[in-house]
């Protein structure tokens, strides 16, 4: 797209100096704030909309994840047009939300099916940019698309709000100035799940882990072996699986004779559903080794996963970034609201969407301005609650959110198709905090602004 049409070009003042300015008989502006943000990708200013660019897996290995965050988009869409209760913009706090849109424009959204696929999460991206002029990028339900997609989004100055993804990289060494995630990380996962099944399973175990083969994966095991390592279990062995496997039997077989106790699944979507059901299949569960009963952990699933694993769900750990049924005056808001419109409970995957989705539109309200560096610091170290995940911080040091995390477990007698998770335990924003550095990484600037082209 040509920023040609947008007037005086940062290039043409470096290149000219203010005395060419000047000598056109143009205002200086370019050095307020407003003409600044004459020049960033896709300025709304003339026009009466702006439009959100939802890039989704609504095919693919996460598809099913995607589509409730489809719905969740669609709904905070609805909210932030003053359509609809509102749902969480009467609970959310502080906030200058005012159901007109956004600056008083109304939103609208194109969207993209990223296949679970991060050159395809990337392309479509590139397109909703050029093509449709997307103002602000959000979605994906895997850290490989939210990587990627982030990092073209710095490139064109973009902000991405990412939707779920989990990798320990996405605000650790890939991070980036214009990403932003809402969603809890895999170390964090690890802080919360291993003292519970320390104390449900002891500290005497031997783990063996399969793996999905990519960066959500690997951090997710580096973070669950840490983590259980450090009560005294033993990792015998750690095997990666590619993203779609579909059939994990030769994965599998070699479980039986590791020596191993206790089987980690590092997996998501429709290959969780499919591994832990074909362990059980191969009996894991009514097994013994090494004197003790044999185990499946899940470090991170979702209701949908839960719903998808049917009776095998039954009584398996893992973690969760918000659960429908938490009884919170946000949680129950959009719970509420989500259940209206599409009659069943929302996963997380769908509330950390339209999450999201309000937050960027609140951070650009605060700002007065769609010009992404104002927008940024906006968001960073903001401060806010009624979401459902309690007193929530977005740590400007490397753009996570701060909140707390939940510990899962299937319910072993669901009174419905929807009751299939019970949290456990809710681990405190203290409890799951870290230090930003660790990761590495560096944010980036947010100036001189990238242009689309």
């Known amino acids: 797209m040509?920023?040609?049409?947008?007037?005086?070009?940062?290039?043409?003042?470096?290149k000219t100096g203010l005395a060419g300015i000047l000598a056109t008989g143009a205002a200086p502006l370019v050095f307020s704030r407003g003409a600044w943000a004459q020049e960033f990708c896709n300025n709304p200013d003339a026009g009466s909309t702006v439009?959100?660019?939802?890039?989704?897996?609504?095919?693919?290995?996460?598809?099913?994840?995607?589509?409730?965050?489809?719905?969740?988009?669609?709904?905070?869409?609805?909210?932030?047009?003053?359509?609809?209760?509102?749902?969480?913009?009467?609970?959310?706090?502080?906030?200058?939300?005012?159901?007109?849109?956004?600056?008083?424009?109304k939103v609208e959204f194109v969207t993209s099916d990223s296949q679970t696929l991060s050159d395809v999460a990337r392309a479509g991206a590139t397109r909703m940019i050029e093509r449709d002029n997307a103002i602000m990028i959000t979605g994906g339900s895997s850290s490989g698309e939210a990587i990627a997609?982030?990092?073209?989004?710095?490139?064109?100055?973009?902000?991405?709000?990412?939707?779920?993804?989990?990798?320990?990289?996405?605000?650790?060494?890939?991070?980036?100035?214009?990403?932003f995630r809402h969603f809890f990380n895999a170390y964090q996962s690890g802080i919360a799940i291993a003292p519970v099944i320390g104390e449900a399973y002891g500290n005497d175990r031997r783990a063996y882990h399969l793996t999905a083969d990519y960066t959500w994966g690997w951090t997710q095991e580096e973070s669950i072996k840490n983590a259980?390592?450090?009560?005294?279990?033993?990792?015998?062995?750690?095997?990666?699986?590619?993203?779609g496997a579909g059939d994990f039997s030769q994965f599998l077989t070699p479980v039986l004779n590791s020596g191993a106790d206790v089987l980690i699944l590092n997996h998501y979507g429709n290959d969780m559903v499919n591994s832990l059901t074909q362990a059980v299949q191969f009996g894991m569960r009514d097994r013994q080794a090494n004197g003790k009963q044999f185990e499946i952990v899940v470090p991170l699933f979702s209701e949908l996963m839960a719903k998808g694993a049917g009776?095998?769900?039954?009584?398996?750990?893992?973690?969760?970034?918000?659960?429908?049924?938490?009884?919170?005056?946000?949680?129950?808001?959009?719970?509420?609201?989500f259940g209206a419109a599409y009659g069943s409970?929302?996963?997380?995957?769908?509330?950390?969407?339209?999450?999201?989705?309000?937050?960027?539109?609140?951070?650009?309200?605060?700002a007065g301005t769609f010009y992404p560096p104002e927008v940024i610091k906006a968001l960073e170290g903001f401060e806010f609650d009624g979401m459902g995940n309690g007193a929530t911080l977005y740590r400007a040091d490397d753009h996570q959110c701060m909140?707390?995390?939940?510990?899962?477990?299937?319910n072993e007698s669901p009174t419905n198709e929807f009751d299939v998770l019970n949290v456990h335990k809710e681990i405190s924003r203290e409890e799951a905090n870290y230090d930003a550095s660790i990761f590495g990484g560096e944010l980036g600037a947010a100036e001189p602004v990238p242009q689309c082209t």
Not at 313 to 334: M, R, V
Not at 403 to 410: C, E, F, H
């Open 51 to 105: 439009t959100y660019g939802l890039n989704l897996p609504l095919t693919g290995t996460y598809a099913e994840e995607g589509a409730d965050e489809l719905k969740a988009y669609e709904l905070a869409i609805q909210h932030l047009n003053g359509e609809g209760d509102g749902g969480l913009l009467n609970v959310f706090k502080p906030s200058a939300l005012k159901g007109n849109g956004i600056l008083g424009k």
């Open 228 to 243: 259980t390592e450090a009560l005294g279990w033993e990792t015998v062995q750690a095997v990666r699986t590619p993203l």
């Open 311 to 337: 009776e095998n769900i039954k009584g398996i750990f893992g973690t969760s970034n918000w659960h429908w049924n938490l009884q919170d005056e946000g949680s129950q808001a959009f719970t509420k609201s």
């Open 149 to 179: 997609v982030q990092s073209l989004c710095q490139e064109m100055g973009i902000i991405f709000m990412a939707g779920l993804t989990h990798s320990n990289d996405t605000t650790g060494k890939d991070k980036r100035r214009y990403g």
């Open 2 to 14: 040509s920023t040609s049409k947008r007037g005086i070009s940062r290039r043409n003042v470096i």
């Open 403 to 410: 909140k707390s995390v939940l510990v899962v477990r299937g």
């Open 345 to 366: 409970p929302p996963s997380q995957a769908a509330h950390t969407a339209y999450v999201q989705a309000l937050l960027y539109a609140d951070a650009c309200e605060r």
